[in-house]
Structures are given as structure tokens and as C-alpha cells.
């Protein structure tokens, strides 16, 4: 069964930073792409960033380029999510979420955990 | 960037009815479109994905057609445990990978 744990979310001021964490089990972590995907409260869902299996591709949304960056190790089974400069408009739930396949490109979401919440709020 | 609009942005209907939600990609996006059920204070979970592939732990009673940028999610015969927020989303070419507004069924 897949498992996907995320944790790390809390209350962070404008212009701090975070890193979310997603612990997986029950695949083969390193040969998945994995994605993080947020919801903002009361909001619909918005992709964040990608990350191929081996970690050497990452893609974002405009909205946290230069700010988020994805990350994985494999010898863990863990996806990290830096977030920097965070504003008041990154507030939502960060999904952790496991890809179909294993480039991050034209891939489904197959299976999702069940989320972190981060607020950012002074 | 793909923009994915869904209709209506609430469907009341009863149980046993038929409901029908629709998505509207602003360009042509083959097949590559996936569906998703959120229930309240849950994670969302892939229900269909591709031309009409199924998630296997959802029923028949759920099916989808379309091609390009017209596409229709139709649940035959509702159930209690199908009203949902339901949400189209993209995965063509490159990018960001887009969400619709959601349809709300209740």
C-alpha cells in the first residue's frame, strides 16, 4: 500500500522559510517522479513542483520560482520542499504526491498524502 | 499556460440521478486530461485519467469521454459517497500542470 507522510508545515512569518518533508512507502521511491501540490483554504488545487526520479530534473510554477526548491533523497524515501521568502499567498496545504511515471513530464498523480499545512501570517 | 475551465462550479442533484461535469482546455490537449474526487477534509484521489481509464477503486457508474479540449465526466447513478468537489487537470506536453476551478456535487 502506498504510503505518502508528510510533515514540517506550521505558522511561519512573510520572508521566513520552511521545508516540508513527505516520507514514502510501499513503492519503489527512486523509480518515481514525485510532485507537490497546494490548496489554499477554501481554494481548488495548484500544481507547485515536480521532480524526476533520479532528482536531476525539477520543474515549478511560476509563483515559487526562484523561490521553492524540490528535492529527494532516495536512501530515505523522502521528498523535501525548501520554501523561502515565503509570502501570505503561499498559505495552503502542501500535498505530497506520487507520479505515474519516473520524468516528471506528462504523468498523472496517482497517489497523494494526506497534507501539510503551512500559514504564513505575522 | 493550459487554462482548464470547469462547469457549473455547483451541480445539485439527488441520489440516484445522473450528473454530468464538463471541462474546457484553452488549447488542444489530446487525451491527457485527468480527473480527481475531494471529499471534505480529505486529499484529493485520481479517479479517471487518459481516454477512459478508470482508477481501479471507483465503480462503473463513473466514465468519461472527450478529446481536444472538450471534455465530460459523468456519473450514471449517484450515490451518497460520490458528492464531492471534483477537479479536471491537464498533463500535455509541458508544464505548469493546470487544475480546473472544481464542480462541486451535492
Known amino acids: 500500500e502506498v504510503q505518502l507522510l508528510e510533515s514540517g508545515g506550521g505558522l511561519v512569518q512573510p520572508g521566513g522559510s520552511l521545508r516540508l518533508s513527505c516520507v514514502a512507502s510501499?513503492?519503489?521511491?527512486?523509480?518515481?517522479?514525485m510532485t507537490w501540490v497546494r490548496q489554499a483554504p477554501g481554494k481548488g488545487l495548484e500544481w507547485v513542483s515536480g521532480?524526476?526520479?533520479?532528482?536531476?530534473?525539477?520543474y515549478y510554477a511560476d509563483s515559487v520560482k526562484g523561490r521553492f526548491t524540490v528535492s529527494r533523497d532516495n536512501s530515505k524515501n523522502t521528498l523535501f520542499l525548501q520554501m523561502d521568502s515565503l509570502r501570505a499567498d503561499d498559505t495552503a496545504v502542501y500535498y505530497c504526491?506520487?507520479?505515474?511515471?519516473?520524468?516528471?513530464?506528462?504523468?498523472?498523480?496517482?497517489?497523494w498524502g494526506q497534507g501539510t499545512l503551512v500559514t504564513v501570517s505575522s | 499556460e493550459i487554462v482548464m475551465t470547469q462547469s457549473p462550479a455547483t451541480l445539485s442533484v439527488s441520489p440516484g440521478e445522473r450528473a454530468t461535469l464538463s471541462c474546457t482546455a484553452s488549447?488542444?490537449?489530446?487525451?491527457?486530461v485527468a480527473w480527481y474526487q475531494q471529499k471534505p477534509g480529505q486529499a484529493p484521489r485520481l479517479l479517471i485519467y487518459?481516454?477512459?481509464t478508470r482508477a481501479t477503486v471507483f465503480p462503473a457508474r463513473f466514465s468519461f469521454s472527450g478529446y481536444g479540449t472538450e471534455f465530460t465526466l459523468t456519473i450514471s447513478s449517484l450515490q451518497s459517497e460520490d458528492f464531492a468537489v471534483y477537479y479536471c487537470?491537464?498533463?500535455?506536453?509541458?508544464?505548469?500542470?493546470?487544475f480546473g476551478q472544481g464542480t462541486r456535487v451535492e
Open positions: 504526491v506520487k507520479n505515474s511515471g519516473y520524468i516528471a513530464l506528462r504523468e498523472i498523480f496517482e497517489y
Open positions: 510501499g513503492f519503489s521511491f527512486s523509480t518515481y517522479a
Open positions: 521532480v524526476a526520479g533520479s532528482g536531476d530534473s525539477a
Open positions: 488549447q488542444s490537449i489530446d487525451n491527457n
Open positions: 487518459g481516454a477512459s
Open positions: 487537470q491537464h498533463y500535455y506536453n509541458w508544464p505548469p500542470w493546470t
